[in-house]
């Protein structure tokens, strides 16, 4: 992919993002830089606090220790003034199914104070975009999961977001809908929207992503373009599949290392 939009400042700053659930520490210490127009993979295996991550930057959890900027917004100092550049596509997404799809759009046009005026254009160029259009007065419960899955995406958008945070965002989606988020999701980078996703997907980050962190075990294990990341893992092979496995099996190891020299579970 080409190189992202250059401009002054990041638009996501990390700095020793810490969250712990009781004894079990989800993301230990992450530090990341995002610059603005950037498309920004996270990558790792399951359980590996990628969601946690995410969550976290959407405002949904709050962090044990660390710091969270977002457009130069701390986002638990100030939250509402964070959200409301933040655009957030869940893995999992909660939709009212007893409201139609336009509905649903107005609904969360309204929580985030936007005009009639303003939104209602939207709507209808939102919902043609997505080839919803014919359902858009259909209640939500009759959509299939693609159709709920383009319309989660089209609620992230309403509001002309400056960050997206997207956890793995092809769920559900056939072919045609996969095209066109990828294509939406270039485009938005080139105006300058910085996109964060998360996929189990490596071809997809191979595909779009400018740069690429890996998380293991809550800890960051790498970042950097794909050239970066096989230098990083010292292979020759170029496929990043190769490179992210070879990549976490160093992780493990170093870990089970620790684990049997100092009496420690690594697990814990």
């Not at 993002?17 to 993979?41: M, P, W």
């Not at 999701?185 to 189990?200: D, E, K, P």
């Amino acid at each position: 992919m080409s190189s992202p939009i250059s401009c002054e400042g990041e638009m996501i700053e990390l700095s020793r993002l810490k969250k712990r659930f009781g004894g079990v520490v989800a993301v230990d210490e992450l530090t990341l830089n995002i610059r603005r127009g950037e498309f920004f993979g996270f990558l790792g295996p399951n359980g590996a606090g990628k969601t946690t991550t995410i969550k976290l930057m959407a405002g949904l959890l709050k962090p044990t220790a660390g710091r969270m900027r977002i457009g130069g917004f701390d986002v638990v100092e100030e939250p509402l003034r964070a959200k409301s550049i933040i655009g957030f596509i869940p893995d999992r997404s909660f939709l009212y199914e007893k409201l139609t799809g336009r509905e649903f759009l107005v609904f969360i046009a309204e929580v985030y104070g936007l005009e009639p005026k303003s939104y209602k254009p939207l709507i209808a160029s939102l919902l043609k975009e997505f080839k919803l259009t014919p359902w858009g007065d259909e209640l939500i419960e009759s959509y299939s999961h693609g159709m709920r899955q383009r319309l989660v995406i089209c609620s992230a958008l309403i509001h002309h977001p400056q960050v997206i945070l997207v956890d793995e965002p092809m769920v559900a989606l056939d072919p045609k809908g996969v095209k066109l988020v990828k294509e939406l999701f270039t485009r938005l980078c080139q105006q300058g929207v910085t996109i964060f996703m998360s996929t189990h997907t490596l071809s997809l980050a191979e595909e779009l992503c400018h740069r690429i962190a890996i998380i293991h075990r809550g800890r960051l294990v790498a970042v950097g373009t794909r050239e970066e990341l096989r230098k990083r893992a010292s292979i020759t092979q170029t496929g990043l599949e190769d490179i992210f496995l070879e990549l976490t099996r160093e992780e493990d190891e170093s870990v089970n290392s620790a684990g049997k020299d100092t009496g420690v579970n690594p697990q814990a």
